[in-house]
């Protein structure tokens, strides 16, 4: 009689249950989405991860196998759709769901990567406290005897001052000097000279730098 | 060790400035290798794990005479040449049959290394599975069941569960595809048996089938695709401490950091909160119109005087209809409120 075959059907899907705790046979719904464990996964979504805790007999069947993959693989997947947002795909995709960091401790492939050596440049610029300036920034200070704003360099600049004057101090000893060599130099001409010597000097020194640089080796 | 090279060329300086290290590090490569005696079975299975692990992973068909424990300076060489820092060494004996040693590698040196056999009665290829496969380069999902795995001591167990982790992750990526997710790797580990072996590290994977639940949540199936491989776990190198903590570090400043006000909300939509300055009204533009030009108001100052104080009091904003049917003979100053 059916009556009495059905109890008796459930009693063995009971006990095979038993046998197998966590097997396929335990679910009697299958469609059912929800996994039952002795000890709850855990998992690390950055990683696809799903850590699975419970112990399984020394030598465990096939079908335990397949049982306990299918419970961690329903349960990772459980996880991941129901933690992580989605993103809408932008490409006319599927679903992209954002997946948080990965927490599985893992070593590195190579080590951290080393911070550049400094040029001798940048380790005098440190020292001196000369600052990076964007193009245009600095270029003009207050003059407060004109009472306005002028150019530190160039046109009209400031380290130009005292340069074209229409009258100017005449230190007897240079002046006898420069007359001796018979260049045609006047005194003049002095600060343009000074000012030009600076700039050679600095290029000469950035030379050097770059060359030293290029020896030892570092920065570049 | 590998001779070091001063590039002469751009091309070649790209080259070496690619293996460079990183502060976010790339998905790391997998050298499939053999020694001079290596079974058939070893062979395939070393093909069946290359082919899941493609496209990272490198395949090397000649055989080595190198023995991994003995002397890695072979392995290190390989890892520095091929920029590789996974390798999977198959070979065969009669004291070590069907042996796969994985070896890490961390900066072009040996970091450790595992032997597993494989059990020759219980493996099977990929080849030996029919049904469909998954495809290549899919990020497997990963699980890892049995006590063993998790214990607190570090053991082979927890070893090989670290190189497992570290061969099959594949490319670490922000975003996933739901489709993608296709491909199981599951590992398992149970007691120690009675008769005191230790206890056989199990490998198998399965294909996701995904079935309508009638919820949001799919019921999920599994197919086995292999290749199924049963390990059981031989000599172990574990890391070096110091090296390992060296390898352990991750830079400052490699974590995100959390962007203020901006929230994805439950469809997926971008929500930003913005902060704006006081609103100035005095400031406010309003329609423009001749009638407010600021010249004309000056010329109708001018004009306007001799009109007399009463007639500027009771003005209106003229439209500029109005302007034209009055011919320009009288223009008043719009009265600004």
Redesign the interface.
Same mark, same amino acid.
Not at chain 2, 20 to 23: A, C, H, N, T, V
């Given at each position: 009689m059916p009556g009495d075959s059905t109890p008796a059907a459930s009693q063995a899907a009971s006990t095979s249950a038993l046998k197998s705790a966590p097997s396929a046979a335990s679910h009697p719904d299958?469609?059912?989405?929800t996994v039952t464990k002795a000890i709850p996964?855990t998992f690390d979504l950055?990683?696809?991860?799903?850590?699975?805790?419970?112990? @399984?007999?020394?030598?465990?069947p096939p079908a335990l196998?397949?049982a306990?993959?299918?419970d961690?693989?329903?349960s990772?997947?459980?996880q991941? &759709?129901?933690a992580c947002?989605?993103?809408?795909?932008a490409a006319g995709?599927?679903?992209?769901?954002?997946?948080p960091?990965?927490t599985?401790? &893992?070593?590195?492939?190579?080590?951290?990567?080393?911070k550049k050596a400094e040029t001798t440049w940048e380790r005098f610029a440190k020292k001196k406290g000369i600052r990076d300036r964007k193009r245009g920034e600095g270029g003009r200070e207050y003059d407060a005897g004109k009472g306005e704003w002028v150019p530190r360099w160039g046109y009209k600049g400031r380290n130009k001052d005292g340069e074209g004057g229409w009258i100017v101090e005449v230190d007897e000893e240079k002046e006898r000097g420069l007359e001796g060599e018979g260049t045609g130099k006047t005194v003049r001409g002095e600060g343009r000279r000074d000012r030009v010597e600076k700039v050679r000097r600095n290029e000469r020194k950035q030379r050097a730098n770059e060359r030293k640089g290029r020896k030892s080796g570092g920065g570049g | 060790m590998l001779r070091q090279i001063k590039p002469k060329n751009a091309r070649s300086k790209r080259a070496l400035a690619k293996q *460079?290290?990183?502060?976010q *590090?790339?998905a790391?490569t997998t050298l499939f290798l053999k020694g001079t005696s290596s079974s058939s079975l070893v062979n395939d299975l070393l093909t069946d794990i290359h082919s899941l692990k493609r496209p990272y992973a490198i395949r090397f068909t000649k055989k080595n005479p190198i023995h991994p424990f003995e002397d890695a300076s072979s392995l290190e060489f390989f890892s520095q040449k091929n920029d590789a820092?996974l390798m999977v060494f198959g070979s065969h004996s009669k004291k070590r049959p069907h042996s796969m040693t994985w070896v890490?590698?961390?900066?072009?040196q040996m @970091?450790d290394m595992l032997e597993l056999y494989v059990v020759q009665e219980t493996a099977r290829t990929l080849q030996q599975f029919k049904g469909e496969k998954c495809k290549v380069g899919v990020?497997?999902? &990963?699980?890892?069941?049995?006590?063993q795995?998790?214990s607190p001591v570090s053991n082979q167990y927890t070893l090989a569960k670290?190189m497992f982790?570290?061969f099959f992750?594949g490319a *670490?990526?922000?975003?996933?595809?739901?489709?993608g997710?296709q491909l199981?790797i599951?590992f398992?580990?149970?007691?120690?048996?009675?008769d005191g072996h230790p206890?056989k590290i199990?490998m198998?994977c399965?294909r996701?089938v995904?079935?309508?639940?009638?919820?949001?949540?799919?019921?999920?199936?599994?197919e086995?695709i292999g290749p199924r491989i049963d390990f059981r776990v031989g000599r172990t190198r574990e890391?070096n401490e110091g090296v @390992?903590k060296?390898?352990?570090?991750?830079?400052k400043g490699s974590?995100?950091k959390p962007k203020k006000n901006v929230e994805?909300d439950v469809v997926?939509?971008k929500i930003g909160q913005i902060h704006l300055g006081r609103q100035d009204l005095n400031e406010l533009q309003t329609r423009k119109m001749k009638g407010l030009k600021r010249g004309r108001d000056l010329d109708i100052d001018e004009e306007g005087e001799g009109e007399g104080e009463g007639a500027e009091e009771d003005e209106d904003v003229i439209s500029e209809e109005e302007q034209d049917m009055g011919n320009g003979v009288k223009l008043k100053r719009p009265r600004l409120t």
């Open positions: 299958p469609s059912s989405i996964p950055g990683n696809l991860l799903c850590h699975d805790p419970t112990p @399984l007999p020394p030598l465990p196998l397949a306990t993959a299918r961690c693989a329903q990772l997947i459980n991941l &759709l129901t947002p989605v993103v809408t795909a995709g599927g679903v992209l769901m954002a997946l960091p990965a599985f401790p &893992l070593p590195r492939e190579k080590p951290l990567p080393r | *460079e290290p990183l502060m *590090e790339n790391k820092s890490r590698c961390f900066g072009g @970091l990020k497997p999902l &990963l699980s890892f069941s049995g006590a795995f998790e670290s982790v570290d992750r *670490e990526t922000q975003t996933i595809d739901v489709e997710l199981l599951s398992f580990v149970g007691e120690d048996g009675e206890a199990q198998r399965w996701i995904t079935k309508r639940s009638g919820q949001k949540v799919p019921r999920v199936e599994v086995e890391a @390992l060296e390898a352990m570090k991750t830079g974590e995100a994805t997926g939509d």
